[in-house]
C-alpha cells in the first residue's frame, strides 16, 4: 500500500495499524488524508476488518475473531465488572417432598453483572463483532469511496476559463489574465462570500471574513469534498455550525445550516457544472 501525495512523493504504508484518515509510513512519519492525491493498492478496499481484531481476508478475520473470544472471559477481565458491577439480589426456593413432609430451602442469590452495557446502551467493551465487516463499511474512509482520489480540478477551472464571461470569471488581480496558471474568481460576491481558485486549481476555495471552505468537486455527484487538516469530508452543502441557548427549555442546542447566500452560490456553480457534464458527453 502506498501514499501518492499531493507534492508528488510516494510513501509505503505501515499496514500493522490501519486507519480511515491517516497512515503510518515505514519510514516512521504519520501522514494524513489531507496530503494525499491518491493510494496505490489501498487494502482497506478489499479487507475485512472488525473493530477488536485486524484486517485480512474473511476467513483470516473470522478466525482471528474466534480465536479472541476464545481468549477472553467476558466480562471478568473487565474494568467494569471489577469497578463498577451492577449487584443484584433475589431469593431462589428449592422445595423437595418426602411423604408428608417437605422442605424448603431459601437460598439468597446474587446476580453480578458488568455494568457498562446498562451504562452506554451499548455492548460491553470486550464484545468483539461476530461477523468480519468490509472496513469501508465499518469507517468512514475517503480513500474507499473515492479510490481514484481527490478529482482533477484542472479541466472544470479550464471549462470556466473558456466560458468566462457567462459565468462571470474574471482575474483575480486587476492585472491578472484569465488563465490556468493564474488566480480567479467571480466578478461579484455572492453575498459576503467570495469564490477563487488558485493558481494550479488544485481546489477552489469559498470565503469571507469568519468562514472558509476549501475544496474539491465530484462533478458526476454534485457534491463538495471538503479538505480540512486531517482529511477530506463529503457533503451536499457547504454549512455552518450553530448553537444556541433556548431560554424556555433551558437547554443549548446545536445544528448545522446552509451558509448565507449558499443558494445564490449553488446554483451559479452547479449550472457551470451542470453545463461541462453536459459539453463532456457530447465529446
Ligand atoms: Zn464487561
Redesign the pocket.
Known amino acids: 500500500m502506498k501514499l501518492v501525495l499531493r507534492n508528488g512523493e510516494i510513501k509505503e504504508v505501515d499496514t500493522k495499524h490501519i486507519f480511515n484518515n491517516q497512515y503510518n509510513t515505514t519510514d516512521g512519519h504519520r501522514v494524513y488524508d489531507s496530503e494525499v492525491q491518491y493510494i496505490i493498492d489501498d487494502i482497506r478496499l478489499g479487507e475485512f476488518y472488525c473493530s477488536s481484531v485486524k484486517q485480512g481476508t474473511y476467513e483470516e478475520v473470522a478466525k482471528a475473531i474466534a480465536e479472541e473470544r476464545a481468549k477472553i472471559n467476558?466480562?471478568n477481565e473487565?474494568w467494569?465488572?471489577h469497578k463498577r458491577t451492577l449487584v443484584k439480589d433475589g431469593c431462589s426456593t428449592e422445595r423437595t417432598r418426602e411423604g408428608n413432609r417437605e422442605t424448603v430451602i431459601e437460598k439468597r442469590v446474587y446476580d453480578i453483572s458488568?455494568s457498562?452495557?446498562p451504562r452506554y446502551q451499548v455492548k460491553?467493551?470486550?464484545d468483539i463483532d461476530e461477523t468480519p465487516k468490509l472496513f469501508r463499511e465499518v469507517l468512514d474512509c475517503f480513500f474507499c469511496k473515492y479510490p481514484q482520489g481527490i478529482p482533477d480540478m484542472r479541466p472544470l477551472k479550464q471549462f470556466m476559463i473558456d466560458n468566462a464571461e457567462k459565468y462571470g470569471i474574471v482575474p483575480y488581480w486587476g492585472d491578472g489574465k484569465l488563465e490556468m496558471g493564474h488566480r480567479l474568481t467571480h466578478n461579484k460576491l455572492f453575498g459576503s462570500y467570495k469564490f477563487e481558485t488558485g493558481p494550479c486549481s488544485d481546489y477552489f476555495d469559498l470565503s469571507n471574513t469568519r468562514n472558509s471552505f476549501s475544496f474539491y468537486i465530484d462533478v458526476a455527484n454534485k457534491r463538495f469534498i471538503l479538505i480540512d487538516s486531517m482529511g477530506y469530508e463529503v457533503v451536499d452543502k457547504l454549512t455552518q455550525h450553530r448553537c444556541e441557548y433556548d431560554y424556555n427549555t433551558k437547554q443549548h442546542k446545536s445544528y448545522d445550516e446552509p451558509i448565507k447566500n449558499y443558494d445564490k452560490f449553488a446554483t451559479w456553480l452547479w449550472q457551470i457544472v451542470d453545463d461541462f457534464n453536459a459539453q463532456k458527453e457530447e465529446n
Open positions: 467476558k466480562c473487565c467494569w465488572f458488568c457498562y452495557t460491553c467493551v470486550h
